[in-house]
């Protein structure tokens, strides 16, 4: 039968497999809460899957991805997003626009920059940035106060926060953050007690 056929199905499970691709049907199953395709050989996700509006739960890890469909923000019941192992080089501003979000998963994809609205997802209590090519993040992931699990760890050119201080944790980055934003303000940086091996790049351009 036809994919819309199946008209109340709640959950669809396709990991560990060797799809190519999605069909454009899949945004017709308005039920779905949970979309498991993790371990493909994905390069793009169907642009429908944004119209999946109870959609709680997407896995697309271990694909072959290079963008995600925009806006993002038509999955407005997502909770968890998960998209580590890809070749992502950005994560949409739209995603930014999910309240309810509460899990973001980018490690290991090639990511050179965060949102510059990422701090109104002040819900978010796990993001995992590990192996991209982050260089430096927005002064506002400094509102994320409700992260439990962070790591934004062997991203070697990182220089907002330094590494080492990302290396440290959430804590540690986000009061680097707070430190550099308040510079802003009183044109005085206080870099002391951050274990810093080397002054940072950013430097220059304040």
Do not use: Y
């Not at 950005?90 to 973001?104: M, N, R, V």
């Amino acid at each position: 039968g036809k994919l819309q056929e199946c008209s109340a199905l709640t959950e669809l499970r396709a990991a560990n497999n060797q799809l190519l691709r999605l069909p454009e049907a899949l945004g017709e199953l308005d039920t779905i809460t949970f979309l498991d395709v993790r371990n493909n050989v994905l390069q793009a996700l169907p642009q429908s899957i944004i119209l999946l509006h109870k959609c709680e739960r997407l896995r697309v890890s271990g694909n072959r991805l290079v963008a995600l469909p925009e806006p993002l923000n038509g999955l407005t019941a997502l909770r968890q997003l998960e998209a580590d192992d890809n070749a992502l080089t950005d994560i949409p501003q739209s995603l930014c626009d999910i309240g309810g979000l509460t899990q973001a998963r980018f490690s290991r994809n090639r990511i050179v920059q965060l949102p510059l609205a990422i701090g109104k997802l002040t819900g978010l209590q796990v993001l995992t940035l590990t192996s991209n090519a982050l260089v430096r993040m927005p002064l506002n992931l400094r509102l994320l106060t409700n992260l439990v699990e962070f790591d934004a760890t062997d991203n070697p050119e990182m220089d907002l926060p330094p590494v080492a201080v990302v290396d440290q944790g959430i804590g540690a980055t986000r009061n680097f953050l707070k430190m550099v934003h308040a510079t802003l303000k009183t044109n005085e940086l206080n870099m002391s007690g951050f274990g810093l091996l080397w002054t940072p790049k950013f430097l220059a351009g304040m």
